[in-house]
C-alpha cells in the first residue's frame, strides 16, 4: 500500500543502508524480557527474604555475660542456644592442680592454656553438657559435687572432670566443650 505521498507503510523502522537499524518488534522484545525479569526478581525477593532466621532465632545466637560478680573458685551456669553454660573463675590452686596433670594421662588432651583464652586463664566457659549421653554435670553450683577431680561430676553415669573440665574418669568420651567465645571486656564475654 502506498500513502498520498507515495511512501510504504509498514510497522517497522526503516532499516539503515547497512541492515542495522532496531526495528520496533525487537524494541518490544527487549522491553518484555527486561519487564519478566524485574518482576522474578520482585517476586523472589519476599521468598528468600522469609528463609533468614527470626529476631528471636538471633538473639539466642549469642548470650553476653557480666563475670565481674563470679569470686575465684565459684561458677556460674547460664544458658547459650537452650542449653547450659558453665563459667569458673579458677582459683591459683585450680590451675596448678590443671597444670600439673601430664597430657598422657588425659583421654583427650588438652592444656588450661587451650582451654581458655590468652590474658583469662582463670576464666573457664565450657559447654554444661556430658560428652557421653548429654546429662548436665554437677558442679557449678554451691555445694554441688565436683567429683574426685575438683571439677565437674555427672551423676547420670559417672563422668567425673578436672578443674580444667577434662575427662578423668568415667565413659564421656571427651572434656567438656569449649564454646566459641570471646571477651568484650575485662568483666563481660560474649558467648557465640
Do not use: W
Not at 5 to 28: K, L, M
Not at 138 to 147: D, I, M, Y
Not at 172 to 180: C, F, G, I, W
Request: with cysteine; proline share 7%; charged share 20%.
Amino acid at each position: 500500500m502506498a500513502t498520498s505521498t507515495g511512501t510504504p507503510q509498514s510497522d517497522a523502522v526503516a532499516p539503515e543502508a547497512d541492515g542495522t537499524g532496531v526495528r520496533r518488534r525487537d524494541f518490544i522484545n527487549i522491553a518484555a524480557v527486561s519487564a519478566a525479569g524485574v518482576g522474578g526478581l520482585v517476586t523472589l525477593i519476599p521468598l528468600v527474604s522469609q528463609m533468614a532466621p527470626s529476631k528471636d532465632v538471633l538473639a539466642e545466637s549469642t548470650t553476653e555475660l557480666d563475670i565481674s560478680a563470679i569470686e575465684p573458685g565459684q561458677a556460674i551456669k547460664a544458658v547459650f542456644r537452650k542449653q547450659p553454660v558453665f563459667v569458673r573463675n579458677l582459683t591459683q590452686k585450680e590451675m596448678d592442680e590443671a597444670d600439673a596433670v601430664p597430657l598422657s594421662r588425659l583421654r583427650d588432651p588438652e592444656t588450661l592454656e587451650e582451654r581458655t583464652k590468652e590474658g583469662h586463664r582463670n576464666i573457664l566457659v565450657t559447654m554444661g553438657v556430658c560428652t557421653h549421653l548429654g546429662c548436665v554435670p554437677l558442679g557449678a553450683g554451691e555445694g554441688e559435687n565436683r567429683g574426685e577431680f575438683g571439677g565437674y561430676f555427672c551423676p547420670c553415669h559417672g563422668s567425673s572432670y578436672d578443674t580444667a573440665a577434662r575427662i578423668r574418669k568415667g565413659p564421656a568420651p571427651s572434656n567438656l566443650v569449649v564454646p566459641d567465645y570471646e571477651f568484650t571486656s575485662d568483666t563481660t564475654i560474649l558467648i557465640g
